[in-house]
């Protein structure tokens, strides 16, 4: 068992920490800043002893050098197909690591397509996926393909539902906002809108989310719904074969009209 808090970075990212309970060792996941995660162990009363790492966007990474400063022995796992500075122990897929400090068991699954080595954990319930799919919504292509990132968003799905999907940013309303565009008439997106935009109001997160709900909701998730597949293909002006083809229509779509 293990518990998970969020802490706040930048405008809108997400650190998930993550410890067992019964342990002051904590782990880090995507730290970009350093000052929040050493605020969080301060309160807390909690040692570092290891960093995820997701990709190498820098408000993934930005907090590596410190942490690792005050942190000496710290153990830094990341994606094996990205260049980062600090990492100890790369990762590929399917390796089962032995997390320093935290006893329970991910895998690790490459999920390319936000950049080339992207990588997520998966285990005890919940997926760390840093950027490639949001809560109602996915990451933009920057290293990788669309093709890439479509088989790696049909990957995700294939997961339990009830897969906890902690994703590194606070996304969601704008997220839900195209996909209201794309599945106006989708009752279970309007309910979805409603309760994330009460969560909000509260000042409450709306991640983690939950994996059987973005599969209902989630536009990037659904390219073979005929509703999903017939909005895209007005967007475009032409049919639409393939699930691939239906992502790139839709994230195209949100890149040059929504975002």
Not at 18 to 42: H, I, R
Not at 217 to 241: I, Y
């Amino acid at each position: 068992m293990i518990e998970i808090a969020g802490v706040d970075a930048f405008d809108d990212n997400y650190i998930w920490m993550v410890k067992n309970p019964t342990s002051s060792q904590a782990v880090a996941v995507d730290p970009g800043d350093e000052t929040p995660v050493l605020n969080w162990l301060q309160q807390h009363g909690c040692d570092l002893s290891a960093i995820l790492i997701t990709h190498h966007h820098y408000d993934h990474v930005g907090g590596i050098p410190e942490l690792r400063e005050a942190y000496p022995g710290v153990a830094i796992y990341g994606p094996a197909g990205e260049s980062i500075r600090g990492v100890t122990h790369p990762l590929k897929e399917g390796d089962r690591p032995q997390i320093a400090g935290l006893n329970a068991s991910f895998q690790v699954l490459e999920v390319p397509g936000h950049t080339v080595g992207h990588i997520a954990y998966f285990g005890e319930g919940v997926l760390f996926c840093g950027d490639t799919l949001f809560a109602a919504g996915c990451g933009r292509v920057f290293g990788g393909t669309f093709e890439q990132l479509s088989d790696s968003l049909q990957r995700i799905a294939s997961l339990p539902g009830d897969t906890l999907v902690y994703c590194a940013h606070e996304y969601t309303l704008a997220n839900l906002g195209f996909a209201e565009w794309v599945e106006p008439q989708n009752p279970d997106l309007v309910s979805r809108i409603e309760r994330e935009r009460e969560k909000r109001e509260a000042g409450a997160p709306t991640v983690p989310s939950i994996l059987s709900d973005e599969l209902l909701t989630n536009p990037f998730l659904r390219t073979t719904v005929g509703s999903v597949v017939q909005a895209a293909e007005d967007a475009t002006g032409h049919d639409l074969t393939t699930p691939r083809e239906v992502f790139t229509a839709l994230r195209q779509w949100k890149d040059s009209e929504y975002d």
